[in-house]
């Protein structure tokens, strides 16, 4: 893979797995603990609505992330092992698994109306996998972090951060 493809592959999967980062801990910080907030008779609306809104911003994320993950691991840039895209690869597969077998359940059942226990668990159970996605995200940035020096100059954060031309620039 050239230079400048992975380079832009590494970008597109940095951003969505910060993006998924910044969603999880807005959810476990913000979101889950207003749900005891919210009037027991109007749960089961709040609920699906949240479901709905949270899908809008979550699922292209995820996706994002699932593909861009595929991708790396199929085409490793110079700078990531194979072995560190599979087990990033690996990660995203178990956070696949635990969102459509452990939380969607959950949040089906809340959506016919407020369960302690359901959303104690859906607490938990959240909090573990953004724990642990965290980590591996972390893992696949340092891993690619060899790669961001074979960056364009264009994208690199030093540059993006500073209003100093580049040598040949207009």
């Not at 807005?26 to 089961?44: K, N």
């Not at 979550?58 to 991708?71: C, D, K, N, R, Y």
Request: charged fraction near 15%; charge should be positive.
């Amino acid at each position: 893979m050239s230079v400048d493809a992975s380079s832009l592959l590494l970008g597109l999967h940095a951003f969505a797995t910060l993006g998924m980062m910044g969603v999880a801990w807005f959810v476990q910080l913000v979101h889950y603990p207003l749900f005891d907030h919210v009037e027991r008779l109007r749960f089961p609306a709040f609920e699906r609505q949240h479901q709905r809104r949270t899908g809008w911003v979550v699922g292209p994320l995820m996706l994002a992330e699932l593909g861009t993950s595929v991708a790396v691991a199929c085409f490793p840039p110079v700078a990531v092992s194979r072995a560190a895209a599979a087990v990033a690869l690996g990660a995203v597969f178990a956070l696949w698994l635990s969102t459509w077998l452990v939380q969607v359940p959950l949040h089906r059942r809340l959506a016919s109306g407020f369960d302690e226990a359901a959303h104690r668990r859906l607490v938990a159970t959240s909090w573990l996998r953004t724990v642990t996605m965290d980590g591996s995200r972390v893992l696949g940035r340092v891993a690619g972090r060899r790669v961001s020096t074979m960056a364009p100059a264009w994208m690199t954060p030093r540059r993006a951060m500073s209003m100093q031309p580049l040598q040949g620039d207009p």
